[in-house]
């Protein structure tokens, strides 16, 4: 008996990194950014019914490795991700990922794709998400805080989506600045590399950390952090690794993406439990206001949630549907009949 060639559902289409690449060119990075920002902050108005958990974190004393699942009952999807600030000295990344989505009906997969590259998309669609609802009104300057492979996205974002016209970087290795300066050439935006990071935040309405080290690190000391800011810290993702002074956090007004992740790993891991924080999900569903006037600290403590990443899945398997950005991979064993999977291996014994 010949065997059926493998039914549609086995068949999952995968994103290659050099797919994802093809993909951001021909949509136009501000583009797909701007397109990121809107689709995730969809999903954050509907972020009541997913189902939430804080991600799984397996800790080393190099880095840790991370599960992030969610799921809105129908498609359900996770990231697999790492965060080795060492790494960078041995010439590899500090964050790679890929991620996958599935069916919640069959259970079958319908996407796997690189994530390394979407991380960086969606966690600066993310940043801007949150500035659009809390950085001061007609913010044009930006400080960029350590300018690693975040950092380029994370300035773009905050320019196609916020209106940012000019940054302001720093970093403790100038070969980063110089990379990132470099990198942002053309972008239209005017680009400042700084000395010190006090030199960075001058005249900036909106400052961002995104450094990378396993510690608690003192990026910004409460000196620094002048009146009406807002504050986008993104590096401060682990326990024990955070990026402001505690008393920064005490004048400042703090928005969370899904508080008993952040509390574990975000800047307010160093505050008592009675430090008050907002859900950035119920500023932009209406429920409590974002920025209310134009003194207010505030500062999204940013470590990146599993719903963010569902978004960014969901909006690539539309991108890709139908086009030539994907390959079926032959990812799901597919017997002819569903329980006959022993017979299937025997049959292929050639
Ligand atoms: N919140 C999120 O959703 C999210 C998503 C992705 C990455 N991250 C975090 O963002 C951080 C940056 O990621 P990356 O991929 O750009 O890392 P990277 O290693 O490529 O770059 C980090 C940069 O920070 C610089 N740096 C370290 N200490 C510094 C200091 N004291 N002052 C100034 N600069 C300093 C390093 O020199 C380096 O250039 C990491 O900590 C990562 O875990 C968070």
């Known amino acids: 008996m010949t065997a059926l ?6 068949m999952v289409p995968f994103v290659s990194v050099d797919n994802m690449m093809r993909l951001v060119h021909r ?5 797909m950014l701007r397109e990121l920002t809107d689709r995730i902050e969809e999903d954050f108005r509907r972020w009541e019914s997913f189902d939430k958990t804080p991600r799984v974190a397996s800790h080393s004393r190099d880095g840790v490795i991370e599960l992030m699942p969610t799921s809105d009952g129908t498609i359900y999807g996770f990231k697999y991700v790492n965060g080795h600030p060492k790494n960078v000295a041995s010439g590899l990344q500090t964050v790679t990922a890929f991620g996958l989505l599935a069916e919640v009906a069959s259970g079958y997969p319908v996407l796997l794709t690189e994530m390394t590259l979407l991380t960086a998309l969606r966690t600066a669609a ?3 998400m949150a500035a659009r609802h809390l950085a001061p009104k007609g913010a044009r300057t930006m ?20 209106g940012i016209e000019a940054v302001r970087l720093y970093d403790i290795d100038p070969i980063a600045t110089e990379k990132t300066l470099r990198n942002l050439q053309g972008s239209g935006l005017l680009v400042t590399a700084c000395s010190t990071a006090q030199a960075a935040v001058e005249g900036a309405e ?13 990026i910004l000391t409460d000196n620094m952090v002048g009146r009406g800011v807002h504050l986008n810290a993104i590096g401060g993702d682990c326990p024990g690794k955070t990026e402001l002074h505690r008393d920064i956090l005490l004048r400042a007004d703090t928005f969370v993406e899904y508080p008993p992740q952040t509390w574990v790993e975000g800047e307010i891991q160093q505050m008592d439990k009675d430090y008050p924080i907002t859900e950035l999900w119920r500023v932009i569903t209406g429920q409590v206001p974002g920025r209310r006037d134009a003194t ?19 909006y690539l398997r539309e991108r890709i549907a139908g086009t030539d950005l994907y390959q079926n991979l032959d990812m799901i064993a597919d ?14 014994a050639d």
Do not use: Y
Not at 27 to 31: F, Q, S
Not at 206 to 218: H, L, N, R, S, W
Not at 303 to 314: K, P, T
């Open 296 to 314: 207010q600290i505030t500062l999204f403590d940013s470590v990146g949630f599993a719903i963010e990443d569902f978004s960014a899945l969901r």
């Open 27 to 31: 949509v136009g990075i501000e583009t």
């Open 5 to 10: 060639p493998p039914s549609a559902k086995a």
């Open 126 to 128: 993310t940043s801007a």
């Open 143 to 162: 400080a960029m805080i350590g300018n690693g492979a975040q950092a380029e996205f994370q300035a773009l974002a905050m320019k196609a989506v916020v």
């Open 335 to 348: 017997p002819d009949e569903p329980r006959d999977l022993f017979g299937m291996l025997q049959r292929a």
């Open 206 to 218: 909106i400052i961002t950390t995104c450094t990378a080290d396993k510690q608690f690190a003192t």
